[in-house]
């Protein structure tokens, strides 16, 4: 049963102890505040790699799945207006993206009421001080003002670095490619190139890799292998044909190709030119493509266009393990 928020958020603030964080005084480098944290891409790689994690996002789904698979205590608030508190060494997020996705086609940038989400994460990098911050989104999101103006409020404690990540580079099968922004503070000697540098590459997976044995597994809700009926997928064939951009047919031997919420944009099996699994990828499939293991599970409640667009959003935590690793073994070296 999903804790009311009273009991969940009583349970984090016994936790945190409501520390306050000035400078780098009492921060505890092992502790990560994950802001608009989602269903825990981010957040997932850093659990495993030893931290101790707390999630805040407003979407209560993304918290009970979160908690669900033991990322790490989770907040539910909107951090529009929220301010944190605790001895977090780390903080990390990707606040919401649509204001920049080419896939939003109506209000952008400064018309889109998210935008100020980003002003939020830096807000509390301002306030809490962190030894290291990482933020994730769409690559569109280099060119914004606001954005611009965010970095330059912590630059002067912080050495910044902005990297192009494709997914797939580091051992995913997905060829989605985020922006990712780190800082570490200017007391920790060394810099966010030299993080960037020490992450270790590998080959991508294909998607063959990810999803082959589930090619003859019927629909199975036990483990998520699920998708739309799609009955109207005959009237985007042009879409597919002339490579819309979200409309893809995937191919056995490459990577994914980066995909928005499967519910809304149909992407599809690789058999589907064959006549055979004429469907759009299972919930369990997208989930493997984009890295995440199969005892990555949702609670009960969560609706199948929920989940997609939760993992949509996420970041592979075949990254962020790599990310959060790295981290750990510069901060304890």
Known sequence: MWPSQQILNQNIINTLGG???????????????????GMGGLGYGFVKA????????????????????????????????????????????????EPWSRLNVRRRREKHPLRACVKAFFREIRRLHPLIFVMENVL?????????????????????????????DYGAATARRRLFVIG???????????LFTAIRRERPRTVREAIFDLRDRKWDPSIDHVWPAARTIHKYRRYYETGKYG??????????????NIAKTYILHPDAPTG????????????????????????NGIGM????????????????????????????Q
């Open 19 to 37: 520390a306050t964080v000035i400078k780098n005084k009492r921060t505890n480098p092992l502790k990560v505040a994950d802001l608009f944290c």
């Open 50 to 97: 030893g931290f101790n994690v707390t999630g805040f996002d407003k979407n209560e789904k993304a918290g009970m799945t979160y908690v669900f698979n033991r990322i790490g205590n989770f907040i539910m608030a909107d951090l529009i207006d929220y301010n944190i508190c605790g001895d977090f060494g780390i903080i990390i997020g990707g606040p919401p993206c």
């Open 140 to 168: 569109a999101i280099r060119s914004d003002q606001l954005f611009k103006r965010c970095i330059g409020q912590v630059e002067g404690d912080y050495d910044i670095c902005m990297q192009v990540i494709r997914y797939s």
């Open 184 to 194: 570490v503070h200017l007391s920790l000697g060394f810099s966010a190139q030299e």
């Open 247 to 260: 409309w893809y047919i995937l191919e056995w031997d490459r990577p994914a190709p980066s995909f928005g």
């Open 276 to 299: 055979k699994n004429v469907r759009p990828i299972s919930v369990r499939e997208a989930l493997r493509i984009m890295g995440f293991p199969d005892d990555f599970k949702f609670p």
């Open 305 to 332: 266009h929920t989940k997609y667009e939760m993992i949509a959003d996420a970041v592979s935590p075949v990254f962020s393990l790599k990310l959060a690793r790295v981290i750990k073994s510069l901060l304890i």
